[in-house]
Nanobody, 119 residues
Framework: QVQLAESGGGLVQAGGSLRLSCAAS????????MGWYRQAPGKQRELVAT???????NYADSVKGRFTISRDNAKNMVYLQMHSLKPEDTAVYYC?????????????WGQGTQVTVSS
């Protein structure tokens, strides 16, 4: 079982910045990919950004050029640096992580952290 704990959400004005962090913990696991997803009220959860163990990244078109995903493999952490935030970025942001725990594939989600961008 791999647990994820997010931090760094909050309230920010439009044009501001926030940095989200997510720490993975558990026993004997190796991570393949980590990522961030978000869900706004009344909408489906959507991909924000992902990063593989080889640090290949993928971003939603809506955040390209404004958000940067990074990871620290030694600490099993993933970060999302968000700049030029817009009110439409308001959502609960979820950390996701997948890989192998022992010989079993896992896909874990965090509890979510609220990001609110005021206009």
């Amino acid at each position: 079982q791999v647990q994820l704990a997010e931090s760094g959400g909050g309230l920010v004005q439009a044009g501001g910045s926030l940095r989200l962090s997510c720490a993975a913990s558990g026993n004997r696991f190796s991570i393949v990919a980590m990522g961030w997803y978000r869900q706004a009220p009344g909408k489906q959860r959507e991909l924000v950004a992902t990063i593989t163990s080889g640090e290949s990244t993928n971003y939603a078109d809506s955040v390209k050029g404004r958000f940067t995903i990074s990871r620290d493999n030694a600490k099993n952490m993933v970060y999302l640096q968000m700049h030029s935030l817009k009110p439409e970025d308001t959502a609960v942001y979820y950390c996701n992580c997948n890989g192998l725990a022992g010989f079993k594939w896992f896909d874990s989600w965090g509890q979510g952290t609220q990001v609110t961008v005021s206009s």
